[in-house]
């Protein structure tokens, strides 16, 4: 159990000092006034809703630790796959990183026929997507050091 | 001959329809990937046209525009992510209609409001042009400041849960709309040292990253019992059954195809703008507002209907005073000088059978959307409905990935869509509107030009902040914004009276 509000407005205010410390470094005064009008702004809403957190207490439900851990472990696949792009190169990475979402997704796959269909369905729709953008829509896909 | 007629005839033979055709369906399939925009599809077909008549290159590169608005509500109805900026509001109705398997209903209700809402604004570009243009020219930087204050008052009504966070969710996106080079003064600023953060946040990588990337996280945790849900319902005469019920939201219809028409006229908005406005008149002109977002069928009537009127009505300033509403008009208005044809009035008198010919091909093109759209979309929704969520989960984040680096080429877009869906997941658990923050991070720069502009102008006024507040369109502006903000609480006053009930289509 958490209260969103009282999280929300101290997130906000973390937010507003991190772009604040940056506003020394905009030489024009014509490129500082509206950010600073803005982050005023947000500083003032969330300052009303840091106070509507304690006179209005409202709690959420967080989500399942089980649930948790599997987002977490989501949104370290999709920067790993980003990452990765950058060594293996796009095809490889994304052949790897597709086949590991797919477990992620579905863990019974692991036994091994299943898990050979499943490399396979990741191979072709990634060769689909490879003729569609580069060949058909001319559109460059990222690169790789290795694998182009 | 008659240049209307002439132009017709011109449009009417079986290679420009046969042009038309392909380029309906290649505008469509852009649209519907995420990260290739309208903009993005004319702009590399333009070579393509230098080769072929005047008339044939602009009726493809029309077909193309008019089909690609339309094409981004079907990845955002089926998998929440939309196709292009104009049908970020389909999303709002569209993909929880997918979700309670009415995903083919909201295909043929976002078709035939295209469909209508383009007709609209082609309407509007032929009968109205001249004088539309006149008063968009009367849109200054203190008008487009309001404009955007304006779009921001929207929050109040679209964030159903709480509009204070609504607010804050703005606020945000409007300061994320920061990061790069300030469009007044020039200034790298809010990079964090990284030389790749110049470029500022690309809005498609936002809109990707905070629609899209969150709802596969919640497609991982959910069980197996939930996504049964997902499967379509079996229903006889589906396209006949939703059409009628489309049809008969006429006062919707119309009201978000003018609302498309008046945005699309004004430079510098788009659908981006209009859909979201359309989408919140719809809501406060409803009997049941609290039930949009829940997979309400107005919702993605008035979105659909409004970004595709932007297309007709981006044009108008665009072929009579030179001045592109949208940045695809931009792509048309270089096409139109390849082909030697200048702005202005000379473009319905000495070329009137092209420039009419082109608007006469709109029509057409809207017309055949209908067609292929239906089609197309009806195979996609089986197609993504029998998909297993295994595959489907990896295949959206492949999607995604692509979709952020076409824009501009770049890996740092990627690594910004991905931290957008990480922050789009913390504030979706936090309560903070998704769309709130996406409003944001469009109207910012709109807003930040339009009021250091202003500022500017006004130094040679006596007392400078006036100049927000004394000119005509300007107070008229000031007045919309308000009631917009107090829109909330103004209905809660009339539903407190007692007698008001009618039945919405849900």
């Known amino acids: 159990m958490y209260n969103s509000d009282r999280t929300a407005a101290i997130l906000m205010f973390v937010i507003v000092l991190i772009f604040a410390f940056q506003f020394s470094d905009i030489p024009s005064s014509y490129s500082r006034i509206f950010p600073k009008a803005v982050a005023w702004a947000l500083v003032v809403l969330s300052a009303i809703l840091l106070i509507q957190s304690w006179v209005n207490p409202r709690v959420v439900e967080f989500a399942e630790t089980r649930e948790l851990k599997k987002v977490g472990l989501a949104i370290l696949l999709l920067f790993g796959w980003m990452v990765c792009i950058s060594f293996l190169g796009f095809y490889l990475s994304s052949v790897l990183f597709f086949t590991l979402l797919m477990i992620l997704v579905e863990p019974s796959i692991l036994k091994l026929n299943k898990l050979t269909t499943s490399i396979f369905i990741a191979a072709v729709e990634i060769g689909l997507f490879y003729l569609v953008f580069t060949r058909a829509l001319n559109v460059p896909l990222p690169k790789g050091m290795i694998f182009q | ?506």
């Open chain 2, 1 to 506: 001959m008659n240049p209307i007629v002439g132009g017709i005839m011109q449009v009417l033979t079986p290679t420009n329809l046969l042009f038309m055709l392909a380029g309906t369906v290649g505008g469509l399939i852009v649209g519907a990937l995420p990260g290739l925009t309208a903009t993005m599809a004319t702009a590399l077909i333009v070579p393509f046209t230098f080769t072929m008549p005047p008339l044939s290159g602009l009726a493809t590169l029309g077909a193309i525009y008019m089909a690609a608005i339309y094409g981004g509500a079907f990845s955002a109805i089926l998998v929440n992510a939309p196709g292009t900026p104009s049908s970020i509001g389909t999303c709002f109705d569209g993909y929880p209609m997918a979700k309670q398997g009415r995903g083919q209903e909201a295909i043929v209700a976002a078709t035939v409001a295209s469909v209508i809402g383009g007709l609209v604004g082609v309407a509007a570009l032929a009968l109205l042009a001249p004088p539309l243009a006149a008063i968009a020219i009367k849109f200054g930087p203190p008008e487009y400041f309001w404009v955007s204050v304006f779009g921001i008052t929207i929050i109040s009504t679209l964030s159903s849960k709480s509009a204070l966070k609504g607010f804050i969710g703005g606020c945000l996106g409007m300061l994320l709309s920061m990061i790069g080079i300030s469009p007044v003064g020039g200034d790298v600023r809010f990079t964090f040292g990284i030389p790749a953060m110049q470029g500022g946040i690309e809005l498609i990588c936002g809109l990707i990253g905070l629609f899209c990337i969150p709802e596969v996280l919640s497609l991982i945790i959910q069980k197996a019992e939930e996504l049964e849900r997902l499967k379509p319902r079996k229903a006889q005469g589906i396209i006949g059954t939703t059409t009628r019920q489309v049809l008969k939201q006429k006062v919707n219809l119309l009201r978000s195809s003018i609302i498309g028409t008046i945005v699309g006229i004004m430079p510098g908005a788009g659908g981006s703008i209009a859909n979201l406005i359309a989408y919140n008149e719809a809501k406060r002109a409803s009997k049941h507002p609290e039930k949009f977002g829940t997979g309400v069928i107005d919702g993605v009537i008035a979105t659909e209907a409004a970004n595709n009127a932007t297309v007709g009505g981006g044009l108008i300033p665009l072929l009579t005073l030179g001045i592109p509403g949208t940045p695809t008009a931009a792509v048309i208005y270089g096409a139109l000088l390849i082909h030697g044809l200048r702005p202005g009035m000379e473009l319905f008198t000495v070329h009137g059978d092209i420039t009419y010919g082109f608007i006469f091909s709109l029509l057409i093109a809207t017309l055949m959307m209908l067609v292929v759209g239906l089609a197309i979309g009806t195979g996609l929704n089986e197609l993504l409905s029998r998909l297993p969520v295994r595959i489907l989960v990896p295949s959206i984040v492949f999607l995604s990935i692509i979709g952020s680096y076409a824009i501009r080429n770049n890996m740092a877009d990627v690594l910004i869509m991905l931290a957008f869906g990480a922050v789009g997941y913390i504030i979706r658990q936090l309560e903070i509107d998704s769309g709130a923050v996406v409003l944001g991070l469009i109207l910012g720069p709109l807003a930040e030009e339009g009021f250091v502009q202003s500022l500017l102008m006004s130094k040679a006024l006596p007392v400078p902040w006036t100049i927000f507040f004394t000119r005509p369109l300007s107070i008229l502006l000031i007045a919309l914004s308000a009631l917009s903000l107090f829109w909330p609480l103004i209905s809660k006053q009339k539903a407190k009276r007692p007698g008001r009930e009618e039945g919405l289509n849900v």
